[in-house]
């Protein structure tokens, strides 16, 4: 199988840019067996969800790979590890957050439901720190067959945003 894979990073504690961009060159780099890093979307300065105090950079970056969903996000989860990444309560500051949110195949959006993992993200539309950096990438991506990501960004009402700043050229 190989897929087109679409992967949120975000980071609020420490030197956010410079995490973000190292997870970038990682992923570059090869450091996920048989997965190519393609694209990075700009990075985009966000408020917090939940109690944390720190905002966020977020952008997301377009891989293609022949792993299953869930062997990518174990592979995921290791190279947030790398990077100083616990797990220890739901919303958490965060050194390196990195969220499967989307896979293609051939054009079809997978769907994926297990305990460990849900595809597509199943709160991604609802979030514009994450439709705008998928919006950057594939405006035109469906994940789950309706809206793409510019008409679900499009229509998150003013409530919902959270973006404070866009940070100008993609993160690689």
Not at 26 to 42: D, F, K, N
Not at 58 to 86: C, F, I, K, S
Not at 134 to 148: F, H, I, K, V
Request: proline share 8%.
């Amino acid at each position: 199988m190989t897929a087109l894979a679409y992967v949120g990073l975000g980071s609020n504690l420490g030197d956010r840019l410079a995490t973000l961009r190292a997870a970038a060159e990682e992923l570059r780099a090869g450091v996920i067996p048989a997965t190519e890093l393609l694209r990075c979307s700009p990075v985009f300065e966000t408020r917090p969800l939940g109690p944390s105090l720190h905002p966020f950079l977020n952008a997301a970056v377009e891989l293609r790979t022949e792993l299953a969903p869930e062997d990518l996000l174990t592979e995921l989860l290791a190279l947030e590890a790398r990077h100083g990444r616990t797990r220890r309560e739901r919303w958490e500051a965060r050194t390196l957050d990195l969220d499967l949110l989307v896979m293609t195949e051939d054009g079809r959006s997978l769907r994926v439901d297990t305990d460990r993992l849900v595809l597509p993200h199943p709160e991604l539309a609802r979030r514009d720190f994450v439709l705008a950096p998928l919006a950057a990438l594939r405006p035109d991506l469906r994940s789950n067959g309706g809206a793409t990501a510019a008409e679900l960004l499009a229509a998150l009402p003013p409530a919902d945003r959270t973006i404070l700043a866009h940070d100008g050229p993609p993160l690689c």
